[in-house]
């Protein structure tokens, strides 16, 4: 059996790490990998990287370039090159766990799932202010082997080869500058019946970039998750239903604004995550009213 690997890059010397990390994989004897990495740098910042990284690594490793900025573009050239029954994802800043994609494909032959999606466990830098690790604002939420789902993304994760063609999926470059372009591609397969489920045992860990520890890019981030949610979701719904949608989303929108100033006085740590799914909340609304959507790769 060949599992293809995808993985996007993107100005990320961290590129070697991951596929230092995908070389020491443990797999099942009747396994075989290929890897397709593809450059989202027009000036091919990855590519002697990855290549002389490739030259020291026993699988196949095959660098691919998407000059145009587009995250989306850059997901459906990796899945185009891929020749496996199986195609996996993962990111240019995590490290895989031995066993990871080992656990990946156990979870998707037991539950006879389209798609597993696995988990990833954040570190930080030395100099992480305090309330950030406090407030858990980039730890996932848990799990267990086997629970459905409805969508995904692609930090860790396996899907069928066979779905893919099968549906004719392929990444929605209108999602390109905002991300959300994975979730809106998972959610498409659980439209057309696929099984999604997620796997407690495989994982990546991924160091949280300086940039990203503070509010301001929490904030930026909470309100594009908000939106493409609705984009993605209820775009195309009927009146009725995005009604339905709006009532209940504002209401834990003001649920969560009384819980936000309760927790106000006590400091970041305590107000943080609850500001952080009032701000979704908002975005979710927004959508629903306005094209306009915060760009996370402009």
Request: aromatic content about 12%; charged content about 20%.
């Amino acid at each position: 059996m060949l599992i293809s690997i995808c993985m996007c890059t993107y100005q990320r010397s961290h590129v070697v790490d991951t596929l230092k990390s995908i070389a020491a994989l443990r797999l099942p004897e009747h396994v075989n990998l290929e890897v397709i990495v593809v450059d989202n740098d027009e000036y091919g910042y990855a590519e002697m990287l990855v290549k002389a990284q490739a030259n020291i690594m026993d699988i196949p490793v095959y660098y691919r370039q998407e000059t145009a900025k587009n995250i989306a573009l850059a997901r459906n050239c990796s899945i185009a090159n891929t020749q496996g029954e199986w195609v996996a994802f993962i990111d240019d800043d995590e490290v895989a766990d031995p066993d990871w994609l080992a656990q990946l494909l156990v979870t998707a032959q037991t539950y006879q799932a389209d798609a597993v999606f696995g988990r990833v466990k954040s570190t930080y830098p030395s100099d992480t202010p305090q309330w950030i690790i406090k407030s858990g604002v980039f730890e996932r939420l848990p799990v267990s082997n086997g629970q459905a789902v409805t969508s995904g993304a692609t930090n860790s994760t396996l899907v069928s080869q066979a779905a893919i063609k099968k549906y004719q999926l392929q990444f929605d470059c209108n999602y390109g500058l905002t991300g959300g372009e994975d979730a809106d591609f998972f959610y498409r397969l659980y439209q057309h019946g696929g099984k999604l489920v997620c796997s407690n045992e495989a994982f990546v860990t991924e160091e949280v970039a300086s940039n990203r520890l503070n509010l301001n890019y929490l904030l930026k981030r909470a309100m594009r998750i908000g939106e493409t949610y609705t984009r993605y979701r209820m775009q195309k719904a009927p009146l009725v239903n995005k009604s339905a949608y709006f009532t209940d989303v504002f209401l834990k929108l003001i649920i969560l604004l009384f819980i936000v100033l309760v927790k106000l006085p006590f400091g970041q740590s305590k107000y943080a995550k609850p500001l952080l799914q009032l701000v979704d909340k908002y975005g979710k609304i927004k959508a629903l009213f306005s094209n306009k959507t915060v760009k996370l790769y402009s």
